[in-house]
């Protein structure tokens, strides 16, 4: 593994420095490992600091409507939202628990749709209750339970 400067707009860096060993991280998960001739699953975990896990699940950062990585309620409802927070949940409601949390399967989507093309270049714009504030390809789909 190599550092990274965990930067807002680290993501372009990021892609350079992970890509060559990234698909080989995502077999390693998928088809485990060989120990004493018995195949043995991987569990992928990832850390580091906030800017760093948000540039490799491609998500916006602490400054967009869902601030979390994890959790899918939204941080600043609004009258634009007021569907999605009625379904998601509101952050400002601290006594709740999340409602919803982020799922594998969303960020291996969101890696398919943004490895296909640019944001710019997508046919439709995917709304905020698409892309969940993942607007740049994740670069690794652990569970985010392991992350």
């Not at 969940?132 to 670069?139: I, K, N, Q, V, Y």
């Amino acid at each position: 593994m190599e550092t990274y400067p965990s930067i807002k707009e680290g993501h372009a860096d990021l892609c350079h420095i992970i890509w060559p060993w990234a698909a080989d991280l995502g077999d390693l998960r998928t088809g485990g490992v060989t120990f004493n001739v018995r195949c043995r699953d991987v569990w992928l975990f990832v850390h580091g600091d906030f800017m760093f896990l948000s540039n490799v699940m491609g998500h916006l950062g602490p400054t967009c409507h869902m601030s979390s990585l994890w959790c899918l309620e939204f941080h600043v409802p609004s009258v634009d939202r007021k569907n999605e927070t009625s379904i998601f949940g509101s952050m400002l409601r601290s006594e709740e628990p999340p409602r919803h949390l982020r799922s594998r399967t969303h960020l291996v989507d969101m890696a398919a749709t943004y490895a296909k093309e640019r944001k710019s270049l997508l046919p439709l714009t995917l709304t905020l209750r698409e892309h969940f504030s993942l607007e740049r390809r994740p670069l690794l789909t652990p569970h985010p339970n392991k992350i």
